[in-house]
């Protein structure tokens, strides 16, 4: 081959990697204007030149690995067994002398992904000389070829095929050998890494695991090892949540170190954060997978909750968390975040009797510390743990809730934020209990958080404990309080309405429309008498709220006005009907174009038009055809369809695991993706019997 077309063939590679569009694009091009032949000749010719640069070389691997995963059938078969033969020896050799590591784990990649296209469904291994290779790498004294050989392995645990069983002393022997490596911690890292891949896709074989016992001890030793490195490559110990998770057996004899270990690296504040975490996520998904084992091992929990708690203290003091008005997406990686999500875990893996007692041994000297934080942490842990302490947790509801209630009136706002959120998780998952005993307290201090018109954030926040109340509260309860609650929602409505216009802030206004369409809901007909309180203001929102920013409050209060339409029925409800089913076609018909997929308002509307045909009955028919778009547009999920006896009855299940029993001879038989597939996009409220019916007929009589 010449030498110039090598050259070009290089420049082309390094224009694939060009940060401009349009060089990238025309490199791409003229790459794909290449056939197969010549795009393996100059792969490989390029990626064996030690001349040409790093990147060059190892964007070459790349792009081989992808066509043996994406076009292999298609060419491979074409080519000679002279051509097939030159393409492997020449992939092994340039991984034998690739000098940069991260290029000869490209080439590993690349290999290994040849080496699965020559296994087929019956494990036969029409290369075998690749198995050779991979020992004969593994038992070498060079460090690279083992760390090669042990990276396939990782890649490609399954090379064995049928032959498995035939070297599984050997497999065994390999890795314990690259585990107990006392020349290379690197080697070391990589045998965890390939034992762990091993192990994982053999998680069924007990012969395997029975093997495999030993090397447990020498495994846990190298993850210690990486962890006091502080490597910036942590899949080590990502390894050991791995195995957590999936073969928590094989992890027993080693529980005490690890645990040990989990909560040393936990309570060391200089590591970086991401190790702690996953430190702790040892021990979480052992609590999970295992939990019986954990609790054999207690003495460690009393141990392990206050760091948790230590870590759930660890918030940023943003002075303007409690006014921003447009909220980001919470730092899902934060240690705080992390570790009420982890005490959550915990609680409904291990249970109330093992954990709740830890747990409430710390929250009293949390909350009457001076710092925010802790009196925070402490709250936002009350919230954690009522799920997993249901049972326990319950009897000393009473306690609690006391000492939950005065914080509503802390000075910090993020701790009345925590209050709140404390409130309407009990309230979730105590209700109705909860409610019966102590809504006259609750009702009261939610009102008084809904004053709170200096922190927004902590104003809406509690609206959105109010809708827990309302979701899980006896009717007769809330009825008891409807006329204080819907004067403040009242008063916080049109205050925030006149905000908005004035200075464009939405965040209260959004929640209000929740909440508010949350208490008509739990009410149903005694909201009657407040209907035309908050019709004409909610009209307005739909009607005006057009702007992109504004789009979730719109579909909301959408969603607002159906749900308010569903509670006082249709006697009501038919005096505003027209205006809102003209507000309603308007946005589909003269806004269909504006309306992105992802729309927020698309899911509401669908919502909606469920709610309206149950409201309207017959009365809907004749708007099917106009609302029949954005139903079939969010309708994209094939459901299945089961055939259960011998009369043909069947029963379709969407991918929100709802069920709709059906029989061919009384239905029409095109209809069962179509009902099935409203009954899925309709996602935010339950299903309407009425529409599929009305829907059945609309879809029966256009197609006759």
Request: with cysteine.
């Given at each position: 081959?010449?030498?110039?077309?090598?050259?070009?063939?290089?420049?082309?590679?390094?224009?694939?990697?060009?940060?401009?569009?349009?060089?990238?694009?025309?490199?791409?091009?003229?790459?794909?204007?290449?056939?197969?032949?010549?795009?393996?000749?100059?792969?490989?010719?390029?990626?064996?030149?030690?001349?040409?640069?790093?990147?060059?070389?190892?964007?070459?691997?790349?792009?081989?690995?992808?066509?043996?995963?994406?076009?292999?059938?298609?060419?491979?078969?074409?080519?000679?067994?002279?051509?097939?033969?030159?393409?492997?020896?020449?992939?092994?050799?340039?991984?034998?002398?690739?000098?940069?590591?991260?290029?000869?784990?490209?080439?590993?990649?690349?290999?290994?992904?040849?080496?699965?296209?020559?296994?087929?469904?019956?494990?036969?291994?029409?290369?075998?000389?690749?198995?050779?290779?991979?020992?004969?790498?593994?038992?070498?004294?060079?460090?690279?070829?083992?760390?090669?050989?042990?990276?396939?392995?990782?890649?490609?645990?399954?090379?064995?095929?049928?032959?498995?069983?035939?070297?599984?002393?050997?497999?065994?022997?390999?890795?314990?050998?690259?585990?107990?490596?006392?020349?290379?911690?690197?080697?070391?890292?990589?045998?965890?890494?390939?034992?762990?891949?091993?192990?994982?896709?053999?998680?069924?074989?007990?012969?395997?695991?029975?093997?495999?016992?030993?090397?447990?001890?020498?495994?846990?030793?190298?993850?210690?090892?990486?962890?006091?490195?502080?490597?910036?490559?942590?899949?080590?110990?990502?390894?050991?949540?791995?195995?957590?998770?999936?073969?928590?057996?094989?992890?027993?004899?080693?529980?005490?170190?690890?645990?040990?270990?989990?909560?040393?690296?936990?309570?060391?504040?200089?590591?970086?954060?991401?190790?702690?975490?996953?430190?702790?996520?040892?021990?979480?998904?052992?609590?999970?997978?295992?939990?019986?084992?954990?609790?054999?091992?207690?003495?460690?929990?009393?141990?392990?909750?206050?760091?948790?708690?230590?870590?759930?203290?660890?918030?940023?003091?943003?002075?303007?968390?409690?006014?921003?008005?447009?909220?980001?997406?919470?730092?899902?990686?934060?240690?705080?975040?992390?570790?009420?999500?982890?005490?959550?875990?915990?609680?409904?893996?291990?249970?109330?009797?093992?954990?709740?007692?830890?747990?409430?041994?710390?929250?009293?000297?949390?909350?009457?510390?001076?710092?925010?934080?802790?009196?925070?942490?402490?709250?936002?842990?009350?919230?954690?743990?009522?799920?997993?302490?249901?049972?326990?947790?319950?009897?000393?509801?009473?306690?609690?809730?006391?000492?939950?209630?005065?914080?509503?009136?802390?000075?910090?706002?993020?701790?009345?934020?925590?209050?709140?959120?404390?409130?309407?998780?009990?309230?979730t998952d105590f209700g109705p209990l909860f409610q019966k005993?102590?809504?006259?307290?609750?009702?009261?201090?939610?009102?008084?958080?809904?004053?709170?018109?200096?922190?927004?954030?902590?104003?809406?926040?509690?609206?959105?404990?109010?809708?827990?109340?309302?979701?899980?509260?006896?009717?007769?309860?809330?009825?008891?309080?409807?006329?204080?609650?819907?004067?403040?929602?009242?008063?916080?409505?049109?205050?925030?309405?006149?905000?908005?216009?004035?200075?464009?802030?939405?965040?209260?206004?959004?929640?209000?429309?929740?909440?508010?369409?949350?208490?008509?809901?739990?009410?149903?007909?005694?909201?009657?008498?407040?209907?035309?309180?908050?019709?004409?203001?909610?009209?307005?929102?739909?009607?005006?709220?057009?702007?992109?920013?504004?789009?979730?409050?719109?579909?909301?209060?959408?969603?607002?006005?159906?749900?308010?339409?569903?509670?006082?029925?249709?006697?009501?409800?038919?005096?505003?009907?027209?205006?809102?089913?003209?507000?309603?076609?308007?946005?589909?018909?003269?806004?269909?174009?504006?309306?992105?997929?992802?729309?927020?308002?698309?899911?509401?509307?669908?919502?909606?038009?469920?709610?309206?045909?149950?409201?309207?009955?017959?009365?809907?028919?004749?708007?099917?055809?106009?609302?029949?778009?954005?139903?079939?547009?969010?309708?994209?999920?094939?459901?299945?369809?089961?055939?259960?006896?011998?009369?043909?009855?069947?029963?379709?299940?969407?991918?929100?695991?709802?069920?709709?029993?059906?029989?061919?001879?009384?239905?029409?038989?095109?209809?069962?993706?179509?009902?099935?597939?409203?009954?899925?996009?309709?996602?935010?409220?339950?299903?309407?019997?009425?529409?599929?019916?009305?829907?059945h007929t609309w879809y029966f009589l256009t197609k006759k």
């Amino acid at each position: 081959m010449a030498t110039d077309d090598l050259a070009q063939f290089a420049a082309l590679v390094q224009s694939l990697l060009s940060s401009e569009n349009e060089c990238r694009s025309q490199a791409e091009a003229a790459y794909e204007g290449l056939d197969i032949k010549q795009k393996l000749t100059f792969l490989l010719q390029t990626m064996r030149n030690a001349e040409n640069a790093m990147t060059i070389r190892s964007m070459c691997a790349v792009l081989l690995r992808r066509l043996f995963t994406s076009s292999f059938s298609d060419f491979w078969p074409n080519l000679s067994p002279d051509e097939q033969s030159t393409i492997k020896n020449e992939l092994l050799l340039a991984i034998q002398q690739e000098s940069a590591p991260s290029v000869r784990k490209k080439l590993c990649d690349a290999s290994s992904e040849l080496a699965r296209n020559h296994l087929d469904d019956d494990g036969n291994n029409s290369w075998p000389e690749f198995l050779k290779f991979l020992f004969t790498c593994a038992c070498s004294t060079e460090e690279a070829f083992k760390e090669s050989a042990l990276h396939i392995l990782m890649t490609l645990p399954g090379i064995f095929g049928n032959q498995q069983s035939h070297y599984l002393d050997v497999i065994k022997e390999m890795l314990s050998q690259c585990l107990h490596d006392q020349m290379s911690l690197q080697v070391r890292f990589e045998a965890v890494k390939a034992t762990t891949a091993f192990l994982v896709a053999n998680e069924g074989e007990a012969n395997v695991m029975s093997s495999f016992r030993e090397t447990v001890t020498a495994l846990v030793q190298t993850v210690a090892e990486s962890i006091e490195v502080q490597d910036a490559d942590d899949t080590v110990l990502k390894c050991l949540i791995e195995l957590a998770e999936t073969l928590p057996k094989y992890l027993r004899p080693q529980i005490e170190n690890i645990m040990t270990l989990c909560l040393k690296t936990i309570a060391d504040a200089s590591l970086m954060d991401n190790w702690r975490q996953m430190a702790l996520e040892v021990i979480v998904t052992l609590s999970e997978s295992a939990p019986a084992m954990v609790r054999k091992h207690s003495k460690f929990i009393p141990l392990l909750v206050p760091q948790v708690l230590a870590l759930m203290i660890d918030v940023e003091d943003d002075e303007d968390w409690s006014t921003a008005d447009d909220i980001e997406e919470e730092d899902n990686d934060s240690n705080s975040i992390v570790a009420e999500t982890a005490l959550d875990r915990l609680a409904c893996g291990l249970g109330g009797k093992t954990i709740l007692a830890h747990i409430t041994a710390n929250i009293p000297q949390m909350l009457a510390n001076s710092d925010w934080r802790f009196r925070h942490a402490a709250l936002m842990a009350i919230s954690a743990c009522g799920e997993g302490c249901h049972k326990q947790m319950e009897i000393m509801l009473s306690d609690v809730f006391i000492g939950v209630l005065p914080f509503v009136q802390d000075p910090h706002p993020r701790v009345r934020y925590a209050a709140c959120n404390a409130i309407g998780q009990m309230a979730t998952d105590f209700g109705p209990l909860f409610q019966k005993k102590f809504h006259e307290k609750v009702i009261p201090a939610i009102m008084l958080v809904l004053d709170d018109y200096a922190n927004p954030r902590v104003q809406a926040h509690a609206g959105a404990a109010l809708v827990n109340f309302s979701e899980e509260c006896p009717k007769n309860i809330l009825t008891q309080h409807l006329e204080s609650i819907v004067g403040k929602l009242q008063e916080v409505l049109n205050a925030k309405l006149k905000e908005l216009l004035e200075k464009g802030t939405k965040l209260v206004l959004e929640q209000i429309v929740t909440t508010l369409a949350a208490v008509a809901d739990a009410t149903e007909e005694k909201f009657i008498l407040h209907y035309d309180k908050f019709m004409g203001c909610l009209k307005f929102i739909v009607e005006n709220a057009t702007s992109p920013e504004l789009k979730l409050l719109r579909g909301k209060t959408i969603e607002c006005i159906s749900l308010i339409g569903l509670a006082v029925g249709r006697d009501k409800f038919m005096q505003d009907c027209s205006d809102i089913m003209e507000l309603l076609l308007k946005t589909q018909t003269e806004q269909a174009d504006e309306i992105a997929d992802d729309d927020p308002q698309i899911s509401y509307m669908i919502s909606a038009w469920a709610r309206m045909c149950k409201i309207m009955g017959k009365d809907f028919q004749p708007y099917l055809p106009m609302v029949m778009g954005p139903v079939l547009k969010s309708a994209n999920i094939k459901p299945e369809i089961t055939v259960l006896d011998k009369n043909q009855k069947v029963v379709i299940t969407s991918s929100l695991g709802k069920r709709l029993p059906l029989c061919f001879d009384k239905v029409f038989p095109g209809l069962y993706n179509f009902i099935c597939k409203f009954i899925d996009s309709n996602f935010l409220c339950r299903p309407s019997w009425q529409l599929a019916v009305r829907l059945h007929t609309w879809y029966f009589l256009t197609k006759k």
